[in-house]
């Protein structure tokens, strides 16, 4: 066993091999993600944690000694995955006791201690905020006692960690540039899961950008619950807190990244609309090099149910926000999230929703029932009342209207040229390329000699509602 420093290969379950420089103590690291981006990005965190006392990531759970599983609680079905693939690392841990397991991310930020007990495979539970704690625990579980950290920071963003890239196409990165949410929208579990609302230091993200783009990546997406709060150096009130220092917002920072290099597409999510401002739609069209695409989850077309959601916008102020983007950058995408039959909703209520999908034409759309979540505002001040057959049939009627908008804007987009970004071989044909144009849609087209990680011009032929069928133009 070696304990120099020397270049360990981090192998990704799927992606290339990345080397980072650490010591290597013979183990192995499986590490299975569930949920948004940020607890992806998280991932790469932690596996940069683990990397820096010894441990290589594995694709293969099997000859791994430590499995952890980065697991999300945003509703019930969520969770039953996790409880299910536990059981299946049971079966593994049987055959081989030495193996330990961990739950990391929002479900062990939920249930804390609780894993320990209910599943008695469990050895390691780590909150969100607490994994330059995971080498320690280790440790002390190798020591025959159980390790849980689930304390919440107000100051963690793990700002100076730079991420093992897992799953890497070595094209598009994530770069987390804050933690946490305020914002106590009533059906969600994150506040809770995630702790207090904190922007990391712009400097870092800035640097982590400029390494990515070096490194040969050509796409960061700037990650947060809510990036239109992101604020350095003011207080949520608005005052500057010190005033040697600059202060920094969503727009600003946006224009930070954006002159790291031209080459370097800078993506977000996610948008607020109580929050997204003009100035931010401003810097989006000022730079070629932003994307043109806003994730802005409505949630409800209706300002009751909002109001029940505590969403902080009425569907006249989330309209005004869709105006805005159209008329400072016509050619936008916009998607958004739907929650279908959330506590007390009506068939007219239901209704507003269904007509908002219709004004607005999303580009795209993750679409779900509602799942009463533990704690939340709404499992306490509301009663979970629409019947399971009625949430099904109105999201069933809500994906049918977003698939009519998607097949509907994509051959829109037919007989256009875009701009794309080469992210890998299509999955379908090892004979063809995949990418993304600026508005996020895919485009799919023959590889010829053309590389991953360059820009080439693709002219739309054919669509379906997911995809573009396209043809390289000459360049
Ligand atoms: N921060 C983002 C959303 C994070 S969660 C935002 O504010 O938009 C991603 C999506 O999951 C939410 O937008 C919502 O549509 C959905 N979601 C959250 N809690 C849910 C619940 N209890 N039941 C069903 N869907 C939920
Ligand atoms: Fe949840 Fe609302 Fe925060 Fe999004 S903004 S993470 S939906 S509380
Ligand atoms: Fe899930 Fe936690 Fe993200 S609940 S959606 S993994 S913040």
């Not at 025959?144 to 991420?163: F, M, Q």
């Not at 069209?285 to 505590?310: E, F, W």
């Not at 102020?317 to 959330?342: L, Q």
């Not at 909703?345 to 908002?356: K, Y």
Request: hydrophobic share 35%; glycine share 6%; proline share 3%.
């Amino acid at each position: 066993m070696s304990m120099g420093s020397t270049k360990v290969l981090e192998e990704s379950k799927q992606g290339e091999a990345t080397m980072v420089e650490g010591p290597d103590n013979g183990k192995k690291l499986y590490l299975e993600s569930y949920g948004c981006q940020m607890n992806f990005s998280d991932s790469e965190i932690v596996a940069s944690i683990l990397a820096k006392s010894g441990y290589t990531t594995t694709r293969n759970a099997e000859e791994a000694s430590l499995v952890l599983l980065n697991t999300c609680s945003i509703r019930e079905n969520a969770e039953q995955k996790v409880r299910n693939r536990l059981n299946h690392f049971n079966n593994t841990k049987k055959k081989n006791p030495e193996l330990l397991i961990g739950v990391l991310g929002c479900m062990a930020e939920r249930l804390k201690a609780q894993l320990l007990e209910e599943e008695k495979l469990v050895d390691i539970v780590v909150g969100p905020d607490a994994y330059r704690d995971l080498p320690g625990l280790v440790e002390e579980v190798t020591d025959g006692r159980k390790a849980v950290n689930v304390l919440l920071s107000r100051e963690e963003t793990y700002a100076d960690i730079n991420p093992v890239r897992l799953n890497s196409n070595g094209v598009t990165a994530f770069i987390s540039i804050m933690r946490g949410c305020d914002n106590m929208c009533s059906f969600c579990v994150v506040p809770f899961t995630r702790g207090r609302e904190r922007s990391r230091d712009p400097e870092s993200i800035v640097h982590e950008a400029r390494y990515l783009h070096q490194e040969g990546y050509r796409e960061v997406t700037l990650l947060g619950q809510n990036v239109d709060s992101y604020r350095w150096n003011v207080t949520k009130k608005g005052e500057v807190i010190d005033p040697e220092k600059e202060t920094v917002n969503f727009a600003q920072l946006m224009e930070k990244v954006a002159l790291v290099a031209p080459d370097l597409r800078i993506r977000f999510s996610t948008s607020h609309p109580k929050d997204m401002t003009d100035d931010v739609l401003h810097t989006m069209a000022r730079y070629d090099n932003i994307c043109k695409y806003i994730h802005l989850p409505v949630q409800s077309g209706n300002t009751d149910v909002l109001k029940r959601m505590n969403r902080g916008y009425s569907r006249e102020w989330y309209m005004n926000r869709i105006d805005a983007i159209r008329r400072i950058m016509p050619d936008c995408a916009i998607s958004t999230d739907i929650i279908a039959g959330f506590c007390g909703e009506t068939d007219a209520e239901h209704a507003d929703t269904v007509s908002i999908m219709k004004e607005v034409e999303y580009e795209f759309a993750y679409m779900f029932k509602y799942s009463e979540r533990p704690k939340t505002l709404a499992e306490r001040k509301f009663t979970d009342d629409v019947p399971e057959a009625v949430k099904q049939s109105r999201l069933e009627e809500i994906i049918k209207v977003q698939s009519a908008n998607s097949l509907k804007r994509n051959k829109a987009s037919v007989g256009q040229t875009f701009e794309v970004l080469v992210e890998g071989v299509s999955k379908k044909s090892d004979g063809k390329l995949f990418g993304r144009n600026t508005q996020n849609a895919v485009m799919v087209f023959d590889r010829g000699d053309i590389e991953v990680g360059t820009y080439v011009n693709v002219k739309a032929v054919d669509c379906t509602s997911a995809t573009l069928i396209g043809e390289v133009v000459q360049q």
